[in-house]
Nanobody, 119 residues
């Protein structure tokens, strides 16, 4: 299983970025996909999730500004981020819940991509 993020970078407040995560795995075993972020010295926290039935969940700070989406084959999950704020500066991680050969669901993570919002 491999997850590779792209799309991070430096953007001014009020700007937009689109993060993308390419998934290399047996996509029939994926149950949920999502994005998390981590500020320095803090725990990794949920940003947005999308389930196998396409239900979505957003943390309060992401509602109305961020949009999570996936392609039909579960090969890619994206996060469109609009109206970015300095407090959105963090490392963003792609995440999937993946069923192993033994039937256990376990999380997998990408390597992270830095998003910096600054003027």
């Amino acid at each position: 299983v491999q997850l590779v993020e792209s799309g991070g970078g430096l953007v001014q407040p009020g700007g937009s970025l689109r993060l993308s995560c390419a998934v290399s795995a047996d996509t029939s075993r994926i149950s949920n996909m999502g994005w998390y972020r981590q500020h320095p010295g803090q725990e990794r926290k949920i940003v947005a999730l999308i389930a196998s039935d396409d239900r979505t969940y957003y943390e309060d700070f992401a509602k109305g500004r961020f949009t999570i989406a996936r392609d039909g084959d579960w090969n890619t999950v994206s996060l469109q981020m609009n109206n970015l704020r300095p407090e959105d500066t963090a490392v963003y991680y792609c995440h999937i819940d993946y069923e192993s050969d033994r039937g256990f669901v376990q999380p997998y993570w990408g390597q992270g991509t830095q998003v910096t919002v600054s003027s």
